[in-house]
C-alpha cells in the first residue's frame, strides 16, 4: 500500500465533498431560510432634516373622486380630473363647475381658456363652460397619453407608450414628434420603464420634458433639440431614485421645478438652474409604497399635490418667501 | 476583395457588439448611500446577444482546435494551451457560463416547460460538442470544457483505480444526469449549476461551501485525474456515448501498433484499454451461459429502478421549493408569523391561497411520480448494462483508447515511439 496516505487523502476529500453537497443542500431549504441579503432599508430616507423642508401643509380638499387621476392650475382655478369627471374648483375649495366626460381621462391641462383631456389616447378640447370645442384624431393604438403641455400656438403631448413628445398646433394639427435623441451622444432618447413621462413649460416658454430612466429633466426646443438638461440619481433629498423619476413635475412662477417622486414618495423644489433647493413634502407625509402626487402650482407659489391614495387635494404653501433671488 | 469583405464583416460585426454594450449601460446604476453592500448575484450578468453569438464562434474555432490537436496534429502541447485558453476564455472571463454541461437543463426544460424558450445559443452549446463527439471523440473535454482545463492543470500524480471502482464511480455521472433531467423537468432546481464546482472560482465570488467542493475536487484530483469529468459530470454521459459511435477516434500510434507498451501507463484517466488475452478470458469462464444470465437480470434492474423511483418520489419532490413550503405550511402553520422567513413571507405577500398552492404541489408531486420511476428505470437498465459489460469480450490486439471514457487529452501519443 505505497499509496496509502494518498489514498487515505483521497477519502477525506470525497467524504467533505459529499458533506459540502448534503449540507448545502439541506440549509437551503425555506424552513431553514435567512432574512432576504436584497432587503434595502430606505427608513433613513424618509426622514428629512427639517431645516430642509420649506414648505408646511396648510389645508387639504376632499375631491370626491374614486379614481383622481390628474390636475392642472389655471388662472387660480383647480381643475381634477377623474372618474368620468372633470371639476374645477377654487383655491379655498368651493366647486365651481363639474363636467361629465365621455370616458376616463388621462391627464388635464389648462391654458386660455381651453381645458385639454386626453382620454382614451385622443385629446378632447373643452371650454371653461364644459363645451366640447374640438376632438382631435386619436393617437395610434400602442400610444400611451400621460402628459399634455399647451402654449399660445402649441400643445405637446407626452406619448408614454411610443416614448415620444408629439407636437401639435392648436388646432389639434400634427406638427411633429421626437423621442428626445441626441446628436452628441449625452442622452439616449426618452427611457421610459413605467407609465410616468411629464412635459411641461416654464414662465419664459421653454418645453422641459422628464426623461424618467435617466432621472434627468430636459429642454428641448419646439422642434425637439436637445438645448440643455440636468439630472440627479440618488437616495438623498437632492436626488431621483428608482426606476423611473421624477414622476411628475410642474413650474413656479419664476421658473423653479417642483418635483413629485414615487417609491419613495416626496416633493421638492429646483432652483432653475437644477439645484437642489428644498423639501416640500417628506415620504412621512405619504402613504407608504404610494403613488407619485401629481403637482401643480397656484400664483401664490403654494403647491398643490393630488394625492391618489388618500384621494385628497393637499395644499404646501411655502414657509417663508422662498422666491427665486437675482442670479438663481 | 475577398479579403476586404472579411475585414469590413469583422469591422462591423464589432461596431455593432460595442454598440450593444453601450445601450446596456442607459440606465443610470442605483446609488446605496447607506453603506448597503449589494448581495452577490447568482448569475453573470446578461450579455449582449452579438457576444452571445461571439462566443459561439468561439466555441465552434476552440472545438476545431482541439480536433485538429488530438487528430491531425496529434500535439499534446497545442491541446493543453488551448485548455489554458479555455480556462481563461471561457471559465475566468466567461465565468463558466454559459457551459454546455449546464445546457443539458436548459434543453430538459425547453421540452417539459412549453412556456420555456430555451436560447439558440444555449442549444448550440449543448449540441455542438456532441456532434463534434460523435465524428471525433470527445476532443470537447480535451480542450473546450472549462471545467475539464482547470482540473487537467492540477494533475500531479495520478493513481490507477482498480477497475471494479472505476466501474462503480462510473455509475455516479448516471444517477446526477438522472435526477438533473428530473429536477430540471419538474421545474424544480438546475443542480448542475448549483453543484458546479469550479464556477465559485471562476466567479471568484463563491459561498464559502462552493470554494471548499471546487477546492476539494482539485486537491483530490492531482491524485485521482478529473474526478469530476470522470465520476460526476452528468454531460460525459452523453458525450460518451456519442463519443463510441465516433468514426474518427484519435488512435495511440499514427501506424501499426509494435507492442512497446510505452503507452500503459501514460493515461491519468485509465481510458486505454489492452490487447485481451483470449486464453484467460476462456479461463475465467467468463462465458456465454454468465453473458445470458446478465442480459436476463436487465428487465429485473429496471423493474427493480423502477420500483426504487416510485418509492422515492416522495421524497424526491420536497426538494422542490412549491411542495416543500407547501408541507412545511401544513406540518407549521405557526410559521406564517415568522417575518424572517422570506420564503413564507414571499408566499403570503403574493396573495395565493393554500388551496392553490397544495394544488400546484401536487400537480408537481404527479410530475415527481412519473418522472422518478422513469429515472430509476434507467438507473436500473445502466447497471445492468454495466454489469453485462464485464462478460462481454472484446478482441484486441493492440493498446487502443477506450473510446466512451477518452478524454482525447493526447498525453497518450507522446508515449509513443512510432512515427508515421
Partial sequence: MKNKGIIIFLLIMAAVIIAVIVGDYVSDRPNRSKPNPFAYDVKEFKTVDPELIHYKESKNFRIGFEKPVAIAIHDDKIYVAGDNNLKCIDLSGALLHDFTLPGKPQTVEVFNQNIYIAINNQILVYDNGGNLLNEWEPMGENSLITAIAATENDVFVADAGKRKVVRYSSDGEFLTEFDGKAEEGVLHGFIIPSPCFDLDINDVNELWVVNPGLHALENYTFDGNLRAHWKNTGMRPEGFSGCCNPSHFTFLDDGRFVTSEKGLVRIKTYKRSGEFEGVVAAPTKFTDEGRAPDVAADSQNNIYALDFDKKLIRVFEPKNNTRLQPGD | MKKLKYILFTFYFLLFTFTLIAQQQRFPKPEFESGYEQPDTVTPEPRALALEYFDVLVLILVLSLATWFALKTRSRQGVLWLSVFTLIYFGFYRNGCICSIGAIQNVTLSFADPTYAISLTALLFFILPLAFTLFFGRTFCAGACPLGAIQDLVIIKPISLPKWLNKTLGLIPYLYISLAVLFAATGTDFIICRYDPFVGIFRMDAKFLMVVLGVSFLLMGMFVARPYCRFFCPYSVLLSWMSRFSKWHLTITPAACIQCKLCTNSCPFDAIDFPTNEKEVVKSGLGTKRF????????????????????????????????????????????????????????????????????????????????????????????????????????????VPHKGNCLSCARCMDYCPVEK
Fill in chain 2, 292 to 399: 445470458l444470465a446478465y442480459a436476463v437480470l436487465i428487465p429485473i434492474w429496471v423493474a427493480a429502478g423502477v420500483f426504487v423511483g416510485e418509492r422515492s418520489h416522495t421524497f424526491l419532490s420536497k426538494a422542490n421549493p412549491d411542495v416543500f413550503l407547501a408541507e412545511l405550511l401544513i406540518s407549521n402553520p405557526e410559521i406564517k408569523n415568522d417575518p424572517d422567513n422570506l420564503d413564507v413571507q414571499t408566499f403570503l405577500a403574493s396573495g395565493k391561497t393554500m388551496e392553490t398552492l397544495v394544488q400546484e404541489a401536487e400537480v408537481i408531486r404527479g410530475k415527481f411520480y412519473v418522472g422518478s420511476m422513469i429515472a430509476g428505470g434507467f438507473m436500473g437498465l445502466v447497471i445492468g448494462m454495466t454489469l453485462l459489460n464485464t462478460v462481454v469480450f472484446r478482441k484486441r490486439q493492440d493498446y
